[in-house]
């Protein structure tokens, strides 16, 4: 089982830029596939940025070229670097890790708010 744990969140003015942290426990995290996801108010989850065990990257077509994901195996963490923000980015933001076989388990979310 894996417990995932948000922060970096807040309220930033267009064109500003958020790191965004998710930290692990458990076991194995290195083995975990791990993402980004988003989810607007009226609006279903949509992914923001993966990266796999082998550290292949995968981004929306959103954010490509603003936003970066990164994983530290030694700090059990991933993070969302984000950069030049926009109001369309305003939303809960949500960690995922999952591993066919090991279950797919989700964090808390929070809430990044882009706004002047």
């Known amino acids: 089982q894996v417990q995932l744990v948000e922060s970096g969140g807040g309220l930033v003015q267009p064109g500003g830029s958020l790191r965004l942290s998710c930290a692990a426990s458990?076991?194995?995290?290195?083995?975990?596939?791990l993402g980004w996801y988003r989810q607007a108010p009226g609006n279903q989850r949509e992914l923001v940025a993966t990266i796999t065990s082998g550290s292949n990257i995968n981004y929306a077509d959103s954010v490509k070229g603003r936003f970066t994901i990164s994983r530290d195996n030694a700090k059990d963490t991933v993070y969302l670097q984000m950069n030049s923000l926009k109001p369309e980015d305003t939303a809960v933001y949500y960690c995922n890790a999952q591993r066919p076989s090991f279950g797919s388990y989700w964090g808390q979310g929070t809430q990044v708010s882009v706004s002047s």
């Open positions: 458990g076991r194995a995290f290195s083995i975990y596939n």
